[in-house]
Nanobody, 118 residues
């Protein structure tokens, strides 16, 4: 059974930092591209960042220079370090694991709330 369990969300003041973690089980973690998405109230889910199975990264323009995605294949865990947080970063953050080679696969975590107060 595949599980992605996010942790690390919470309430923080603008300018503060949080570190999200996504612990994966039931998959061969090193084969998956790991991503973080977020969804604010009334808005569509959007990509925040992803890291490929070989360590290449990509970020949404809105978080470049403030957020850093990383992974620890030995611990089957992905991370999102979020610095200089803004109220616009308030959302539920979801972890995603995606395998693009056959057989393809796509899994989601349950989400963790991040609230940034002004």
């Amino acid at each position: 059974q595949v599980q992605l369990v996010e942790s690390g969300g919470g309430l923080v003041q603008a300018g503060g930092s949080l570190r999200l973690s996504c612990a994966a089980s039931g998959i061969i973690f090193r084969l998956y591209r790991m991503g973080w998405y977020r969804q604010a109230p009334g808005k569509q889910r959007e990509l925040v960042a992803f890291i490929t199975n070989v360590g290449n990264t990509n970020y949404a323009d809105s978080v470049k220079g403030r957020f850093t995605i990383s992974r620890d294949n030995a611990k089957n865990t992905a991370f999102l370090q979020m610095n200089r947080l803004k109220p616009d970063d308030t959302a539920v953050y979801y972890c995603n694991a995606q395998k693009v080679i056959q057989p393809v696969a796509d899994y989601w975590g349950q989400g963790t709330q991040v609230t940034v107060s002004s």
